[in-house]
């Protein structure tokens, strides 16, 4: 089994910062890709940003320049630091891993429980 666990998020004015993080831990084998979705009331899930174990890096076009993927490997973790926050950031934020479990060998998608981030106006 794999668990993700999510922390950082929280309630921010616009123009703040904060720093998601999501650490997998259990049989993984290895880990392809890590990376952030999001959900607003009433919208659909969108990817926000991800980045793969190679450093392959994508962002949605609203985050760019505002919001910061990384990775320490050595941790299976990954960070998203958001700056300039606007009122339309807000939603809840799950962290996903594209990784392949140690015992079965087989490739899976493994999700956070979510962190809600609230940005003011």
């Known amino acids: 089994q794999v668990q993700l666990v999510e922390s950082g998020g929280g309630l921010v004015q616009a123009g703040g910062s904060l720093r998601l993080s999501c650490a997998a831990s259990g049989s993984i084998f290895s880990i392809n890709a890590m990376g952030w979705y999001r959900q607003a009331p009433g919208k659909q899930r969108e990817l926000v940003a991800t980045?793969?174990?190679?450093?392959?890096?994508y962002y949605l076009d609203s985050v760019k320049g505002r919001f910061t993927i990384s990775r320490d490997n050595a941790k299976n973790t990954v960070y998203l630091q958001m700056n300039s926050l606007k009122p339309e950031d807000t939603a809840v934020y799950y962290c996903y891993a594209d990784l392949i479990e140690r015992l079965s060998a087989f490739e899976y998608d493994y999700w956070g429980q979510g962190t809600q981030v609230t940005v003011s106006s």
């Open positions: 980045i793969t174990s190679g450093g392959s890096i």
